[in-house]
């Protein structure tokens, strides 16, 4: 599927890994609507690119068909990629005073991260649905993202690990509920990756977690998310898939 002519939706677009896609895909020839909280940051790409800054919450069903409806109306709706954030709680199952972990710090991580993800994931394949078929039958992609933490989840990220497991879970099973209507749906699971939000703890995260990447020996970049995104939307026979990408990265336990 080519990029050109298309239109897109990221989801968390303000972000590190989201602007990088919302670059992307923009270069790319497609017309992008950049869907997150951060105002200041969304109304400054869109006088920058020309894109469409709708404020959107992930975890809202009017929300989210709000800025399906922003992006159906530049084009055809083709793609959509979610790479939100939100509040996610931690600690371990059992802390060091013997208290068991706080339910809420589990269900908001699983209400950010996976419950979130489906919203947008139902919602995006429906209206990717309606769009007429391309060649071979197909409509369009939905990129999802999980994290390593997902396989090899750390000590104390034990609702993160559960929510991330979860959009892994839900990728297969969803590419086979969406092949009937010509949609793809692929998952990547970054490993490190080094963003803005890191702010000037940036330079001790690299160092601390740069030697521990086999090859390269350096955190991800975000430029490096969106160019697999334009890839598995290029390429057709990507479907049903988790990606890893983090340098062939194994997180220790701590």
Known sequence: MQITGISALVVGGTGGLGEATVRRLHA????????DVNDEKGKALEEELGVRYVRT?????ESVLAAIAEAESL???????????????????????GSAMPLENFTKTINSYLISVFNVMRLAAAAIARQEPLEDG????????????AYEGQIGQLP???????VVGMTLVAARDLSPLGVRVVTIAP?????PAYGKAGDQ?????GPQVPH???????????????????????????????????????
């Open 57 to 61: 919450d992930a975890s809202s069903e």
């Open 205 to 209: 995260l690299e160092a601390y977690w």
């Open 28 to 35: 790319g020839g497609a017309k992008v609507v950049v869907a």
């Open 216 to 254: 390269p020996k350096r955190m991800g970049r975000s430029p490096e998310y969106a160019t697999l995104v334009a890839s598995i939307v290029e390429n057709d026979y990507l479907n049903g898939e988790v990606i890893r990408l983090d340098g062939a990265l194994r997180f220790p336990p701590k």
């Open 191 to 195: 490993g490190t990756f080094l963003t």
């Open 75 to 97: 084009g055809p709706l083709r793609v959509s990629v979610d790479c939100h954030g939100g509040p996610a709680g931690g600690g371990r199952l059992v802390g060091k005073d």
């Open 138 to 149: 197909q409509r369009g992609v939905i990129v999802n993202t999980a994290s390593i933490a």
């Open 160 to 166: 993160y690990s559960a929510a991330k497991g979860g």
